[in-house]
């Protein structure tokens, strides 16, 4: 089976019909991974699972067919009784099929086991790029998304990251950019196994809006400061909230433990001296941890 834009459609049908992958799961009588799978185009539904998809939507609504998926998304989106906009919204859909297929495919399988772990709201720490010996700190955002993975927020100052992040192996990888100024960050952390996280550190690549853009590495230590709610638009605004305050961190508010896991000193001197020669978070030294009995979330 083809259907130009499938995942597209499945995802914006779920979203008109305010049907989860779960509740759709169940309703075609599949595991939730299949959804996923088809939601992150790794596969498509076979004729009998389409024709119950097919089934499930015309319960909701009526005179909706199989013909139908092979409308574009303006006449999909009518066929599903909803208003085409006139105007297509800027920011795209979040695109996962320049992943390898295989990669793609562990990262949905992940996901759907441990994707949970790393749901919720997070305070990141790092060096200030352009005032040394000051740190900064970024409000983030993870929940999952329709498309099977976890979708990634970032927010500092007048920026706001918009991306996905996966767990693979032991680490927990993220992409993300800013639609205004076009910057990039890219973010490798190391993540905690069986355990809900509630601590990550790892290392992030991206631009200092400086010139045309100087590349930067640096490190960073996540700490989660709460739980997602069943009402996504009020996680919205909490995230909104928080992160609305001056992201530079007051002088001396950052523990001295934390400033000394993100002050590595790397160069051919460092190493001489046996420290290291490139920038690195080696999981067998990181801060990453799971909920602590007694230690509440920090604000």
Same mark, same amino acid.
């Given at each position: 089976?083809?259907?130009?834009?499938?995942?597209?459609?499945?995802?914006?049908?779920?979203?008109?019909?305010?049907?989860?992958?779960?509740?759709?799961?169940?309703? #075609?009588?599949?595991?939730?991974?299949?959804?996923?799978?088809?939601?992150?185009?790794?596969?498509?539904?076979?004729?009998?699972?389409?024709?119950?998809?097919?089934?499930?939507?015309?319960?909701?609504?009526?005179?909706?067919?199989?013909?139908?998926?092979?409308?574009?998304?303006?006449?999909?989106?009518?066929?599903?009784?909803?208003?085409?906009?006139?105007?297509?919204?800027?920011?795209?859909?979040i695109e996962t099929s320049w992943l390898p297929p295989e990669v793609l495919k562990e990262a949905l399988m992940t996901t759907e086991a441990r994707g949970g772990a790393y749901e919720g709201f997070w305070r990141s720490t790092r060096p200030a790029i352009d005032q040394p010996g000051r740190f900064m700190v970024d409000r983030i955002l993870i929940r999952r998304g329709a498309h099977g993975l976890l979708t990634f927020r970032l927010t500092v100052a007048d920026m706001v990251f918009e991306g996905v992040a996966f767990p693979s192996q032991a680490q927990l990888f993220a992409f993300c950019a800013d639609p205004n100024t076009g910057v990039f960050i890219f973010s490798i952390s190391n993540t905690v196994l069986r355990n809900r996280?509630?601590?990550?550190?790892?290392?992030?690549?991206?631009?200092?809006?400086?010139?045309?853009?100087?590349?930067?590495?640096?490190?960073?230590?996540?700490?989660?400061?709460?739980?997602?709610?069943?009402?996504?638009?009020?996680?919205?605004?909490?995230?909104?909230?928080?992160?609305?305050?001056?992201? #530079?961190?007051?002088?001396?508010?950052?523990?001295?433990?934390?400033?000394?896991?993100?002050?590595?000193?790397?160069?051919a001197v460092a190493q001489a001296a046996g420290g290291a020669f490139m920038l690195a978070m080696p999981f067998g030294q990181s801060m990453s941890r799971g909920p602590m009995p007694g230690v509440p979330f920090p604000e």
């Open positions: 089976m083809t259907i130009d834009d499938f995942p597209a459609k499945l995802a914006l049908a779920m979203k008109i019909l305010s049907l989860s992958r779960g509740r759709l799961a169940a309703e #075609l009588r599949v595991d939730k991974s299949v959804v996923a799978r088809w939601l992150g185009g790794v596969n498509a539904p076979s004729g009998h699972n389409l024709s119950s998809l097919t089934t499930t939507i015309a319960g909701r609504r009526p005179g909706f067919t199989g013909l139908d998926w092979e409308h574009d998304l303006e006449a999909f989106t009518l066929a599903l009784g909803v208003e085409a906009p006139t105007h297509t919204p800027a920011t795209p859909s996280a509630d601590v990550m550190d790892g290392l992030t690549l991206t631009l200092q809006r400086v010139g045309g853009g100087v590349p930067v590495a640096g490190a960073f230590v996540m700490e989660r400061t709460g739980l997602l709610s069943d009402d996504p638009a009020a996680d919205d605004a909490r995230h909104a909230a928080m992160a609305a305050g001056d992201p #530079l961190a007051p002088e001396g508010s950052v523990a001295e433990d934390v400033v000394a896991h993100l002050t590595q000193s790397v160069s």
